[in-house]
Every structure is written in C-alpha cells, then in structure tokens.
C-alpha cells in the first residue's frame, strides 16, 4: 500500500480542513493571525500512511514541516541496522516534526515511522521560512515550542539516575498529558509498543515489562490490544510516582 498524496493549489483552501479548525488542533499555529493560516492551507499537501510504515526518510528531512492531523508516529535514531534503532521521541495528533532540519539544513540520521495509520499535512521547507518571516506572532510561537521540547529533553536527562518506575511514570504522564484523550474512566493514548516506551524512558525491556505488568495488575492501566489502546485509569497516581524525583 502506498502512502496517498493530495495535492493543492495555491490560494484554493483544500478540502480536508478549516482554518479555523487548523489553528484549533495545532498549538503551533494559535498565534498565527488569518492570512497565515489561510496561505498554509492553500500550500499544503496531505499524506495517509498505514501502520508501520515510514513516513520521513533519513534522507528526505529539511525538505518539509509535518504537521500530525491523526494518528501516532515515532522518530527514531538509526545507527547502523535494526538493532541499534532507538526511539528519541513519540509523537500524536496535533503536533509537527522537521522543524529543526529545515531551520538549520543539516543532515540527518533520524526517521519517523507510522505507529498508528496516520494523517498528516506537510508544508515545503521554503514556504514555512517564508511564513515565519511574514508572520513575527507564529515566528515567536514556534521558538515557544522549541523550548518546550528542550526542557522535556532536559528532564530525561535529570531522570537518568531515578528508579525505572519512575522514569517510566514520567513518560507515560508526559505523553497523556500531550496527546490523552479524557474519558470517562481515565485518559487514554496509543498502546505504544513497550520497546518504545522503554526506550523513551531509557530503561530496559524486561524492566519496562515487569512495571507494565505491575501497574495493569493494581489498576493503574489497561491495554486494549484489539483497538490498540493504553487506558490510565488512575492518572492522578502515575503523576505523584513521576514526582518521586
């Protein structure tokens, strides 16, 4: 199955989205005043991909900023072959990577994979650089998010020497609190493979597995494997054992 790809033309706004709904569902572009709005729209592209498969090449980052409409993707480190693969971050619904790449064109030794099927818009590296130009409101925006991503990175690094339940609480709050969907028993996310998480987390496997297993058994989670779905049901004890820092 190939990846679909619809095609605009500019100042015709595509079909798949508003404008109003475009800044509603990405943070990055809530300071972006109506013109920029409607100018991305009418440049981007839309992509579908299935589960599994890549969505950015290691050779294809700078050319484009990805903005994530549905579905869940992970970036990845390679360093060589399959084994030396580490997952550096997750990512769902409402946010944007390649950012970096089209700021400071440098080459890159990450890709991104579909976890989930995805939906994404993309816009060329050329038209964003334009865009921030133009627009100082989304420019100061997208440095307020840059930074954001800094300090989560500064906390992984804070993290290194805690207990792996606690570095493991960390990342399923951080990514509750960034893409969960609030239900009526609790909050749910993707079921994120646990080889991710534990590379997110940056403890093992087996380790991760053993605290998966714990937390389902006292009621703290519950994987639903059919709709591929991780329901926190007590969120409020997952944070107080991230905060046992």
Known sequence: MTAAILVFSPFTSPPFMQTEAFSELFPLLTA???ETLEWLLSVAVEHEYPANRAVLMEDAWGNALYFIVSGWVKVRRLAGNEDNVVTLAILGRGDFFGEMAILDESPRSTDVIALSPVKLISISAQRF??????????HHRMLQLMVRRLRQTNLRFQLRHQPPAVKLANTLVGLAHSYGQEMATGTDIYNIPFKDLADLSDIGLEET???????????????DTEQQTMHLHNLKQLIQLAGKV
């Open 32 to 34: 972006a005043n109506p």
């Open 129 to 138: 650089i334009q865009t921030l130009f133009k627009d100082s409101q989304l």
């Open 209 to 223: 597995t053993k605290i998966m297993e714990k937390l389902d058994s006292k009621g703290w989670i519950q994987l």
